[in-house]
């Protein structure tokens, strides 16, 4: 496991010089990234996430550090009130380049990233192609220490193998994956039931559809026998609400995004306020009939193709 602090460090402008753009290369490699995506694409991702109003962005398909840094600097703070003072992130395994972060307005004490994780180390017989030494995480699982009011509160930030080549062929990786995620939070809490843990993050498959249930999903390892509980589930009562995702080319509504709670956290907050910011998606996705941020298409510009999904919690 490799564990991405910097205060453990024997350079003393580490973190300084991974999060900041310092001179004109940096810069320059940071513009190149953004303008993969136009000004209103920025802009928009900018509001939704400001939107949720959230202390703590878990957040998926990030390049770098530099550049997470200038889109909060540039474009996250002239719509939010005040930053984030803590953004993290550890390079993953996409040979795209595209990792997961956080962004934290609260005290992080711990950060491990499983990148490295093997079949091997953890006991996961390999699927399709994979071998026993091959990493088991498609991009990673970022495992952060939160603590707030007294309490910490671990946090497995996670971006499951997509769907891309079938649905149910890419099924087996994102079951080795959640099967890999659970083991980690049996070695880490004696009694998970009763632990503060939450799993977060774009899963990339989904467990009904407009409510009713499907069994060939590859997530059953995080809520089998009830080891978790899925808080858009739990808390949004309209099956037609639970949605995160729009395939266009299904026409299907879905939820592709998670938020899945330990038995004690959500005992807890069974009444939690959960929200889904969907203004800025694009027009062509119909089912939402609310307000949209101004400048949005009918396919692009969007915030994103995923709706952020945002959690109140009570430690």
């Excluded at 990234?33 to 109003?53: I, K």
């Excluded at 795209?96 to 962004?103: C, F, P, Q």
Aim: hydrophobic fraction near 40%; charge should be neutral.
């Amino acid at each position: 496991m490799m564990r991405c602090d910097f205060r453990r460090l024997h350079i003393l402008d580490a973190a300084r010089k991974f999060t900041a753009v310092s001179d004109q290369s940096d810069a320059d490699a940071v513009d190149r990234v953004f303008n993969v995506l136009s000004e209103d694409d920025r802009t928009l991702t900018a509001q939704a996430l400001s939107a949720s109003q959230a202390d703590i962005c878990c957040l998926q398909e990030v390049e770098n550090l530099v550049t997470l840094t200038a889109f909060h600097n540039r474009y996250l703070k002239r719509w939010m009130r005040r930053g984030y003072s803590r953004r993290i992130l550890c390079e993953g395994n996409d040979t795209r380049g595209i990792d997961v972060a956080l962004l934290a307005r609260v005290n992080v004490t711990r950060v491990v990233s499983h990148a490295d994780l093997t079949h091997r180390a953890i006991g996961i017989e390999p699927v399709g192609s994979a071998h026993w030494d091959g990493r088991i995480f498609r991009r990673d699982c970022l495992e952060v220490d939160i603590e707030k009011e007294g309490r910490t509160l671990t946090l497995f930030i996670c971006h499951f193998k997509s769907m891309n080549g079938g649905r149910l062929e890419t099924r087996p990786v994102r079951h080795a994956e959640a099967l890999a995620v659970r083991k980690l939070i049996e070695a880490r809490f004696d009694d998970p039931a009763q632990a503060d843990w939450a799993v977060l993050g774009d899963f990339n498959d989904y467990l009904e559809i407009d409510g009713v249930p499907v069994e060939d999903h590859g997530l059953g390892p995080l809520i089998d026998g009830g080891f978790s509980v899925d808080a858009l589930m739990m808390l949004q009562a309209n099956p037609m609400e639970r949605w995160t995702h729009y395939y266009a080319g299904g026409k299907a509504y879905t939820a592709l995004d998670h938020i899945f709670l330990s038995p004690a956290l959500a005992a807890r907050n069974a009444r939690a306020r959960i929200r889904l910011m969907r203004a800025g998606q694009p027009l062509r996705v119909q089912r939402f009939e609310g307000h949209r941020f101004p400048g949005v298409g009918w396919v692009l510009p969007k915030a994103s193709d995923h709706c952020p999904l945002s959690l109140t919690l009570e430690l």
